[in-house]
C-alpha cells in the first residue's frame, strides 16, 4: 500500500506536503517488516530536526529501528496518542499512525514520489 | 556461498509458507520467526493454546549397559531418580560447572535415554560426549529422525486429548506416553518452554504435516494458532526459562542461573561437581536476576546495568513483555545488589533508565 499523494525517503518513512508543513510517519511496508510496535520515543514540539539525524526510536517485539529525519525544519506536533497506543503504526501507518508534523526549512530533495517509492520496494527497499 | 541455499528446512516449511510466516535463519535452518504477529501469538498461548514448530532442536540418543552410569557422570542432575517414562530437565557442563548445553533427558528404557538438545549446540555436544564417553555405552544423533512440535496453553490438553481419542489428564509433569499413530509412533511429553501446561510431540518427520494439519483443525474452536520463535522468546522470558547463548553459556554455572534444582551434589561424582561444591561453600559471586524497566524504555541484551551510576552487569535477555505490558529483562548481578526491589539503571542507547530488581519468575500460570 503505497498512497499516490505522499513523499516517500529510503529509510521507509512518508511525508504528507502540506505548505511549508510535512506530517511524518513510517511506511506500511515498514511497519510490516517490523512487526508489532511496543514502543514509540519522539522528539518534543519544538525541537529542530537537520535533515539524515535521528530524530526517533521505534521497537517492536524483537527489534530497534532508528527514525531519521527527512527534512529540515521544527517539530511543531507530535503524535501523543502511540505513547500509550504504538499498535496504532501498524493499524494505519499513514491515519492515526501519524508520528510528528514539522515546519520546513529546507532539505527534503531527494525524496521519491509514489512510483518511484514502488519501484525502489519491488527493487528490495534496502537504503 | 549463498547462505539461502544452505540453511535447512524442517517437514513443516510448506506449513509455515501456507500459514503466511516470515521466515529467518535460526541456528542453520529457516525457522518461522512469526505467522500472524508476535503479540497475537504471545496472547493466544497465555489464553488457549499454539502450535509451534521445533524440528530444529538436537536428539541424541545414549544407550548401553553402562549408559546410565555414564550420563550420571556427565549431568549434575539425577538421571538414577528418572524412572522409564520421565523426563528431567539438566546440563552437560565442563570441569568448571559451567554449562556446555542445557537439555532434557527422556529415559526410554532401562539403558536407552533420548537426549533433547539446543539445534546451535548439537554437533558440540555429541562431540563433547564422544570425547568422554567409555564403558559399554554408545552415541548417535538422531536429529535428522526427529520433527518436533510443541502444543502449548491452556487449552493444549484439550486439543491433544480429542486429537488422540484419548484423555491426557493423568500425564503428569515430565512424563511421557509412546502414541501409536498411523503404523508409527509419537512420543508425547508434558514439558515445553512457555510458562503454560503443554505437549511436546516427537515424531518422525514425514508425518509431521499431517499431524499438524489434524492439531490445526482439531484446535481451531479452541483458538489455536501457529507460533513463530519471535513469541516463543517472549514467552519464555516471562517465565524465566533459560536461552543458551544469551543466559546461560560456558561462563556461568546452574547456581549463578538460579537453577539449584538440577544440580544433585550429593548423588555422586559427576562432571563439574568439585567447581560447583566450591561456589556453594563460597557463595555465588553473581546471580540471574530478573529487572523490570519502570520508566519508558525497553532493555535489550548487551544494555548495561547500572547501580549509582557503576556498572555492575549487561542485560541477557530483555523484550517488551506482553502479559506485563512493561520491559522486562535478566542480567548477571553481583548478590549484593540482586534483591527484589533494589533500584537501578538500564543503559539504552546512552540514556539511563530506572528499573528495579523483580521476583523471578515474571509471569506464573494461574492454578487450575
Do not use: C
Not at chain 2, 37 to 62: I, Q, T
Not at chain 2, 203 to 229: I, N
Not at chain 2, 243 to 271: C, H, S, W
Amino acid at each position: 500500500m503505497v498512497p499516490e499523494d505522499l513523499k516517500y525517503t529510503r529509510e521507509h518513512e512518508w511525508l504528507r506536503m502540506e505548505g511549508d508543513t510535512a506530517t511524518i510517519g513510517i511506511t506500511d511496508h515498514a511497519q510490516e517488516e517490523m512487526g508489532d510496535l511496543v514502543f514509540v520515543e519522539l522528539p518534543a514540539e519544538g525541537d529542530s530536526l537537520a535533515t539524515g539525524k535521528v530524530l526517533g526510536t521505534v521497537e517492536s517485539v524483537k527489534a530497534v529501528s532508528e527514525l531519521f529525519a527527512p527534512v529540515d525544519g521544527e517539530v511543531v506536533a507530535v503524535n501523543a496518542a502511540l505513547i500509550d497506543r504504538p499498535e496504532l503504526v501498524n493499524q494505519d501507518p499513514y491515519g492515526e499512525g501519524w508520528m510528528l508534523r514539522v515546519r520546513m526549512a529546507g532539505g527534503g530533495e531527494d525524496l521519491m514520489n509514489a512510483a518511484e517509492y514502488q519501484s525502489y520496494l519491488q527493487d528490495g527497499g534496502d537504503a | 556461498m549463498d547462505p539461502e541455499t544452505t540453511l535447512r528446512r524442517t517437514s513443516l516449511h510448506a506449513e509455515h509458507v501456507r500459514h503466511g510466516a516470515r521466515l529467518v535463519p535460526f541456528a542453520g535452518w529457516e525457522m518461522p520467526i512469526q505467522y500472524r504477529g508476535v503479540l497475537a501469538e504471545h496472547a493466544a498461548v497465555r489464553a488457549s493454546a499454539g502450535l509451534f514448530d521445533v524440528s530444529h532442536m538436537g536428539e541424541l540418543e545414549v544407550y548401553g549397559a553402562e549408559a546410565e552410569a555414564f550420563l550420571q557422570e556427565m549431568t549434575p542432575n539425577n538421571v538414577s531418580r528418572l524412572a522409564t517414562g520421565q523426563a528431567q530437565y539438566t546440563a552437560l557442563l565442563t570441569a568448571e560447572g559451567t554449562f556446555v548445553d542445557d537439555l532434557l533427558i527422556y529415559r526410554l528404557a532401562a539403558g536407552r535415554f533420548l537426549l533433547v538438545v539446543n539445534a546451535a549446540n548439537t554437533a558440540g555436544d555429541l562431540a563433547w560426549i564422544r570425547k568422554h564417553i567409555h564403558g559399554e555405552v554408545q552415541v548417535r544423533d538422531l536429529s535428522g529422525e526427529y520433527a518436533l512440535l510443541a502444543l502449548q496453553g491452556p487449552r493444549a490438553a484439550g486439543i491433544l486429548g480429542r486429537f488422540l481419542g484419548k484423555e491426557l489428564q493423568d500425564l503428569g509433569s515430565f512424563r511421557f506416553t509412546m502414541e501409536p499413530m498411523d503404523g508409527s509412533t509419537l512420543l508425547i511429553s508434558r514439558t515445553g518452554y512457555t510458562g503454560e501446561d503443554g505437549f511436546e510431540i516427537y515424531l518422525p518427520p514425514a508425518m509431521a504435516p499431517s499431524v499438524w494439519q489434524r492439531l490445526m483443525d482439531e484446535g481451531e474452536r479452541d483458538g489455536l494458532v501457529p507460533v513463530g520463535l519471535g513469541a516463543r522468546d517472549t514467552l519464555r522470558l516471562e517465565a524465566a526459562l533459560p536461552l543458551y547463548g544469551q543466559d546461560i553459556d560456558m561462563t556461568r554455572t546452574p547456581l549463578e542461573a538460579g537453577l539449584n534444582f538440577i544440580v544433585k551434589l550429593t548423588k555422586g561424582e559427576f562432571m563439574g561437581r568439585e567447581a560447583l561444591v566450591r561456589q556453594k561453600e563460597e557463595g555465588v559471586g553473581h546471580r540471574l536476576t530478573g529487572l523490570a524497566v519502570t520508566q519508558r524504555g525497553i532493555a535489550r541484551p548487551g544494555y548495561p546495568v547500572r547501580v549509582a551510576g557503576r556498572e555492575v552487569g549487561v542485560v541477557t535477555s530483555g523484550t517488551h513483555s506482553p502479559t506485563l505490558g512493561r520491559a522486562i529483562g535478566m542480567a548477571y548481578l553481583p548478590v549484593a545488589h540482586a534483591e527484589p526491589g533494589t533500584k537501578l539503571t538500564v543503559v539504552i542507547r546512552g540514556n539511563e533508565v530506572e528499573a528495579e530488581v523483580v521476583p523471578l519468575p515474571f509471569y506464573r500460570r494461574p492454578p487450575g
